[in-house]
C-alpha cells in the first residue's frame, strides 16, 4: 500500500512567490525525505528529516514534520523557473524508502 | 563521473522478449535498488541488495530476476515481456539503512 500521499497533485506559480507542498503518511517512520525529479531524469535527494525532528532548512528549503499528524510539508522559498519538476516525499522504515505520488509544480517565468 | 549510470537508456523490443538493464555505481554504497515508475509517475520499489545479498523483494512476477556481481552493480533480467512491463526502471544505491538514495536517470522500457 502506498505511504506517502502529497498534495496537491498540481501547483502552478509565479517565478518569485514561495510553494507549499504537503505530504501525508500513515505508518511509524525514522524519516521523511523529499526528493526533485526533472522531466526524463532520475530522482534527486533534496532534503531528510529525522522523525525527533520538526524543521530543517537547506538553502530556499524548509521542510517540517508533524509525527502526531504524521505529516510533513516542503517550502520553496522565491521559487525559480528552474524549480519546474516533480516532487516526492518519501517515508524511510525498515531499510526501505515508500514514494508517494509526486506533486507537479509548475513555476512561471 | 556519472555516480548511478544505468544502460541503456531506451529499450525498445517485442513482447514475449528477454531483456536485460544493467546499473553502475561508483558511489561506494553498499546497497542497490530497482524501481519501477508508472505512466504516472507512481515509483515502486522492486528489489534491493545490500553487498550482493537481496533484502528487498516486493511482489514482482517471477519473470524479473535481478543479479549482483559485487555491490557496485546490479542487473536486472526480465523474461518474456509483456505490455504491462512499459515503463521507466530506475536504479539507485545508498548505504544501508533508510538514507538518502541516488537514482540513475532511468531505462524507459517500451513494449510493442
Known amino acids: 500500500s502506498q505511504q506517502g500521499e502529497e498534495d496537491p497533485q498540481a501547483l502552478s506559480i509565479q517565478e518569485g512567490e514561495n510553494a507549499t507542498m504537503n505530504c501525508s503518511y500513515k505508518?511509524?517512520?525514522?524519516?521523511l525525505q523529499w526528493y526533485r525529479q526533472n522531466s526524463g531524469r532520475g530522482l534527486v535527494h533534496l532534503i531528510l528529516?529525522?522523525?525527533?525532528?520538526r524543521e530543517k532548512h537547506s538553502g530556499r528549503l524548509r521542510v517540517t514534520l508533524d509525527t502526531s499528524k504524521k505529516s510533513s510539508s516542503l517550502l520553496i522559498t522565491a521559487s525559480r523557473a528552474a524549480d519546474t519538476a516533480s516532487y516526492f516525499c518519501?517515508?524511510?522504515?525498515?531499510?526501505?524508502?515508500?514514494f508517494g505520488k509526486g506533486i507537479t509544480l509548475s513555476v512561471r517565468p | 563521473d556519472t555516480a548511478v549510470s544505468q544502460t541503456p537508456k531506451y529499450l525498445v523490443t517485442q513482447m514475449g522478449n528477454d531483456k536485460s538493464i544493467k546499473c553502475e555505481q561508483n558511489l561506494g554504497h553498499d546497497t542497490m535498488y530497482w524501481y519501477k515508475q508508472d505512466s504516472k509517475k507512481f515509483l515502486k520499489i522492486m528489489f534491493s541488495y545490500n553487498n550482493k545479498e537481496l533484502i528487498i523483494n516486493e511482489t514482482v512476477p517471477n519473470r524479473f530476476s535481478p543479479k549482483s556481481p559485487d555491490k557496485a552493480h546490479l542487473n536486472l533480467h526480465i523474461n518474456s515481456l509483456e505490455l504491462g512491463d512499459s515503463a521507466v526502471y530506475f536504479c539507485a544505491s545508498s548505504f544501508k539503512g533508510s538514507q538518502p538514495q541516488h537514482f540513475g536517470d532511468g531505462t524507459r522500457l517500451s513494449i510493442l
Open positions: 505508518t511509524s517512520i525514522n524519516n
Open positions: 518519501a517515508t524511510g522504515a525498515n531499510s526501505k524508502l515508500t
Open positions: 528529516i529525522r522523525s525527533n525532528e
